[in-house]
């Protein structure tokens, strides 16, 4: 299972410390280390941009819910607002609540979506059926997967095959080209 964006210096202390189990996809970083006095051969390190660890993270598996952002929230939704369908920059959209915190909606990702401004502004602190607005897509709660794309790194070709492996085959990432 994918579980988190390291940097090179992690992949490293990982390799030296024995916890990788395996390597795969292209090779990011050589790494080269100190000389050995006694055989006078310098050490390499070659950091691949997947590394699977031994052991397991049992925090990822059953009720895992990812920490809502405003990054990830405006990438799940294609930086699209859910109500007029325009495409926005991150500074100009915001955290729209589907049911209004006034009205006893939580901050959770099935109830919060993108929404420009001035759609925000409009709907203010109604329901979109109060509000005469129509969602247009269905919030959903990210997996760990989709989290970790989610979280906005640039993302290589074979770090975004394993990671759409590990999407569900309903997830609304799949069927959308990927930023």
Not at 81 to 96: T, V
Request: proline content about 6%; hydrophobic content about 35%; overall charge positive.
């Amino acid at each position: 299972m994918p579980m988190e964006w390291i940097n090179y210096q992690q992949a490293v202390r990982l390799y030296h410390a024995g916890q990788v189990a395996y390597a795969c996809g292209s090779v990011l970083y050589r790494v080269h280390g100190g000389i050995n006095a006694r055989t006078g051969r310098r050490s390499v390190v070659e950091v691949n941009s997947i590394l699977a660890t031994h052991g397991t993270n049992k925090a990822i598996h059953g009720g895992y819910v990812p920490p809502l952002n405003n990054a990830a929230l405006f990438r799940r939704d294609a930086f699209l607002c859910l109500y007029c369908g325009e495409r926005f920059r991150p500074h100009d959209l915001s955290r729209d609540h589907v049911t209004p915190l006034s009205q006893g909606g939580a901050d959770h990702w099935v109830n919060v979506v993108t929404a420009c401004k001035r759609c925000n502004n409009h709907k203010a602190g109604h329901t979109p059926e109060q509000a005469g607005m129509q969602l247009l897509a269905v919030p959903f709660v990210p997996t760990h997967a989709e989290y970790i794309y989610l979280q906005g790194r640039r993302v290589l070709a074979d770090q975004m095959e394993f990671l759409q492996a590990h999407f569900p085959r309903s997830s609304p990432l799949r069927r959308r080209p990927l930023q």
